[in-house]
């Protein structure tokens, strides 16, 4: 049986049949990636011994018809920035290697009593500051969907894409700063949940930003994602009830997010707006220059909340270690040396307005759609030395998922054709605070539509 083809949701339904076993589809994962990943570059680390404990738990209770959850002893991976009591968790950085915590993250805490198998700690960007998914300390995994160039995974949540993309888990869970599940979910061809921050705890999580830091899924559909999001929340899984696309209004706003778009990745947005267009879906092509005000406000080197936020947390450590930090990562935490409190507060107070005409200009709208990575990615080959092309290839890989970290919304990935090389390209559906579920209505719909 091909575990490794299944989706997370048609793993869970075979259990609950019984023509299926855990302890099988977990042996079948950890040997996909014990084969395929022998330089550790997708997954830090196997926990194998808690993986099986967990699955032979799993299978148990699904032969006494006592299962807790749809995902119920299905294999997942976790980023390793989530706490996992007695195995180390470095959040992909050489300073934090030896780093044990004595008790899991809360959102693996919730998973694991739902009966969730976790396999193991995969690869990121250190500390989760970057958008490219390049570590050279820990390892970067290459993507998944070029198999003649080592391309970029993603970031920071490369490894949680990776491992879902190459069948070595049913489905991942990472984190969303600043697009850190959105853009590797894109790159390879996934669906990713940029959660509302506040909807999911992140207690026991390595931090970057407590001011945009989110948990999300990375899975190969939206029925997968909706149901690892109710997982995370401790709730039972239901049904995605439908949403009717001749219905659904989705607004276009032009601007900077639709700016700059290279060739290939226009052409399958513009097929895909086509698509959705012949779905029924209304489609309105309305400015929303607070976007692009946010934009401006993020990359302000003067008044960055989220680099004052990555300096209060590690600036320290970097400084006391910068022969162990990639150079790129570690100038950008730096950088929030020389910040001034009045300037930080006074982007967050304009922040605050932005964010108020933003939420006032879109309320008419199921979604607002737009591209969710600008570029498709580029060989990791010339950009690992960092440099103007690697910082130029981050900020163009981060610059439209960044807006809904710095307006407080929920978004959504979904894959939306190729571009010219045959690499996926992510259509982003943006959506008010708190609404993940109408969201995932929304996504389940132009799913449909696109394939």
């Known amino acids: 049986m091909d575990f490794g083809n299944m989706t997370a949701r048609a793993l869970g339904d075979l259990f609950e049949r019984g023509e299926a076993d855990p302890r099988d589809a977990t042996e079948d994962f950890l040997a996909r990636a014990a084969a395929a990943d022998p330089d550790h570059r997708i997954y830090v680390r196997l926990l194998e011994k808690r993986a099986r404990a967990e699955a032979a738990a799993a299978a148990d209770r699904a032969k006494r018809g006592l299962r807790r959850h749809a995902l119920d002893g299905v294999p997942l991976s976790w980023k390793d920035l989530f706490d996992t009591a007695g195995a180390a968790t470095a959040a992909g950085s050489l300073p934090l290697k030896d780093r044990v915590p004595a008790r899991d993250a809360e959102v693996l805490a919730r ?217 790129p990562v570690r100038d950008r935490v730096m950088a929030g040396e020389r910040l001034m409190a009045g300037d930080i507060i006074r982007a967050d107070m304009e922040r605050a307005d932005i964010r108020a005409r933003y939420l006032a200009a879109t309320a008419g709208a199921d979604a607002v759609l737009m591209p969710t990575v600008a570029i498709s990615p580029p060989p990791i080959a010339a950009l690992i030395d960092g440099g103007e092309a690697y910082g130029k290839a981050n900020r163009m890989a981060l610059r439209n998922t960044t807006m809904g970290n710095q307006l407080g919304l929920c978004a959504m990935t979904l894959p939306a054709g190729y571009d010219g090389q045959g690499l996926p390209v992510g259509l982003m559906l943006q959506a008010a605070p708190f609404t993940e579920e109408k969201l995932l209505r929304v996504g389940r719909a132009v799913e449909k539509a696109l394939h």
């Open 111 to 327: 998973a694991t009593r739902a009966g969730a198998v976790c396999l193991g700690k995969t690869t990121m960007t250190e500390i989760a500051f970057s958008g490219l998914g390049i570590n050279p300390k820990f390892g970067t995994p290459a993507n998944a969907c070029d198999e003649k160039i080592e391309r970029v995974p993603g970031g920071s949540s490369a490894g949680a894409a990776v491992s879902v993309a190459r069948d070595l888990a049913a489905g991942a869970i990472g984190t969303d700063t600043g697009g850190s599940v959105r853009i590797p979910a894109a790159w390879n061809g996934l669906v990713g949940l940029k959660t509302t921050s506040g909807s999911l705890p992140l207690t026991g999580t390595v931090p970057l930003s407590p001011t945009f830091d989110t948990v999300g899924p990375l899975a190969k559909d939206v029925e997968d994602a909706a149901a690892m999001f109710a997982l995370l929340e401790g709730k039972q899984a239901r049904a995605i009830e439908p949403f009717d696309l001749s219905r659904a209004v989705f607004m276009l706003p032009g601007g900077i997010g639709w700016s700059e778009l290279e060739e290939g990745v226009a052409a399958a947005l513009e097929g895909a707006i086509r698509r959705l267009v012949h779905a029924g879906a209304r489609i309105v092509e309305h400015p929303l220059p607070e976007l692009d005000e946010v934009h401006r406000l993020a990359w302000d080197p003067k008044g960055s909340r989220l680099v004052a936020d990555a300096y209060a947390q590690w600036g320290e450590m970097l400084q006391a270690n910068a022969n162990d930090i990639y150079q």
